[in-house]
């Protein structure tokens, strides 16, 4: 079946304590992406990736870090995570379909909350 | 800057009738325009797109279309099922490979 998975789907932490939130699509997808979506302001895009070896910021890069060693993984790492990174977190992929992104699939997102 | 946004955060429809759903956009160079639905609980699900070489374009229940001169995307859905309720969000891909999601409108839909 093709999908993307996310682990863990919810989270508790504390403040500073690093965290990775993993994301991993098996339908051979150049582009990936993490979003967060937070109520009131919809889905915002923290990185993304149109292949592997290749990152690039998106609205809301700051205090994530993102690789992409493997064309189907794309982790989302948070070094030190502050209470205002507590969100609603999508991963999604898709292909390159010309200059476009094509048709994004998300995955069933991860909750994430940071004491 | 880029912006895509919604005109109503919620939009109530009586089960069997058409419902629209507007979205304004900012950035005239964005080529690609995309529809998706969110249910609870849920990540979001690609309804339909269209392209700026194109104004309307129709799916199975669902028509998009894209007003460049006003720079207004919309959403038609035929004959609203109770399946219909959900979150809809516009969201267009700019020149720089980024993807800008609106705020979503929520559909609740009337017995």
């Known amino acids: 079946e093709a999908q993307v998975t996310q682990n863990p789907r919810y989270l508790i932490t504390v403040t500073g304590k690093k965290l990775t939130v993993t994301c991993s699509q098996n339908?051979?997808?150049?582009?990936m992406s993490w979003y967060r979506q937070d109520p009131g302001l919809g889905l915002r895009q923290i990185y993304y990736s149109m292949n592997v070896e290749v990152t690039d910021k998106g609205d809301v890069p700051e205090g994530y870090k993102v690789s992409r060693k493997e064309k189907r993984n794309f982790p989302l790492i948070l070094e030190s995570p502050s209470p205002n990174q507590t969100s609603l977190y999508f991963c999604a992929s898709s292909f390159i379909s010309g200059q476009n992104m094509g048709t994004q699939y998300f995955g069933p997102g991860t909750r994430l909350l940071v004491l | 800057g880029e912006s895509v946004g919604l005109h109503l955060p919620t939009l109530s429809v009586q089960e069997g009738d058409n419902s629209i759903i507007n979205c304004a956009y900012s950035n005239s160079a964005s080529d690609y325009f995309i529809w998706y639905k969110q249910e609870s609980g849920k990540g979001p699900q690609f309804i339909i797109d269209i392209r700026s070489n194109m104004d309307k374009r129709q799916g199975q229940r669902v028509t998009v279309l894209l007003n460049k001169t006003v720079k207004h995307l919309s959403l038609q859905i035929a004959a609203t099922q109770p399946g219909d309720s959900a979150v809809y969000f516009c969201a267009e891909n700019g020149r720089d490979d980024k993807i800008i999601f609106g705020k979503g409108t929520r559909l609740h839909i009337l017995p």
């Open positions: 339908m051979n997808h150049e582009y």
